[in-house]
T-cell receptor, first 111, second 114 residues
Framework: GEDVEQSLFLSVREGDSSVINCTYT??????LYWYKQEPGAGLQLLTY?????DMKQDQRLTVLLNKKDKHLSLRIADTQTGDSAIYFC???????????FGIGTKLQVIP | DVKVTQSSRYLVKRTGEKVFLECVQD?????MFWYRQDPGLGLRLIYF???????EKGDIPEGYSVSREKKERFSLILESASTNQTSMYLC?????????????FGEGSRLTVL
């Protein structure tokens, strides 16, 4: 089946940039997503990128997509303690039914 | 503000009990999903429904069933709970012709089976 891989844990100092990486296997992925899960809450869409794009920027967030290597990254500039959460990479192909999630990367921001 | 509401945030049940997890969305979404979330395993799809009374198995349907009698409500049923079903259960919904396919999630129901 399809697979989305990401590392389990990332620790950064407040004010630094965070980069969370993800690789996926489905070459027919249409959309790639980053969801954020704060403690005790459900997932919330943070940003997404369409598969024919290389980059998307949204305020402090930059998403880079290398379609050839099937590699997706999320960069958070000027990371704040409020950014501490679990970040899930996800890919969708064939519509909304087939969304595959990674295991989630726990971001710890050290004051 | 869009909302997916899960009826119970925390439940404790005994092995063999029947468990109902309820989910209601107020966005008139056609599609609803049940996932379970476990550390180191991420989110795994249990069942989804793309219309009233319609259901499809996800990746891990064994031990679960679902019911969708009304468009806004999607229930997950554990006929006979077992300890390996201790987990966080997340309900989600999305519009049928959504442009981006964004999933809207509830806050989760943490089930402990003793």
């Amino acid at each position: 089946g399809e697979d989305v891989e990401q590392s389990l844990f990332l620790s950064v100092r407040e004010g630094d940039s965070s980069v969370i990486n993800c690789t996926y296997t489905d070459s027919s992925s249409t959309y790639l997503y980053w969801y954020k899960q704060e403690p005790g809450a459900g997932l919330q869409l943070l940003t997404y990128i369409f598969s024919n794009m290389d980059m998307k920027q949204d305020q402090r967030l930059t998403v880079l997509l290398n379609k050839k290597d099937k590699h997706l990254s999320l960069r958070i500039a000027d990371t704040q303690t409020g950014d501490s959460a679990i970040y899930f990479c996800a890919s969708a192909s064939g519509g909304y039914q087939k969304v595959t999630f990674g295991i989630g990367t726990k971001l710890q921001v050290i004051p | 503000d869009v909302k997916v509401t899960q009826s119970s945030r925390y439940l404790v049940k005994r092995t063999g009990e029947k468990v109902f997890l309820e989910c209601v969305q107020d966005m008139d979404h056609e599609n609803m999903f049940w996932y379970r979330q476990d550390p180191g395993l991420g989110l795994r799809l249990i069942y989804f429904s793309y219309d009233v009374k319609m259901k499809e198995k996800g990746d891990i349907p064994e031990g679960y069933s679902v019911s969708r009698e009304k468009k806004e409500r999607f229930s997950l049923i554990l006929e006979s709970a077992s300890t390996n079903q201790t987990s966080m259960y997340l309900c989600a919904s999305t519009a049928g012709q959504g442009v981006t396919g964004e999933l809207f999630f509830g806050e989760g129901s943490r089930l402990t089976v003793l």
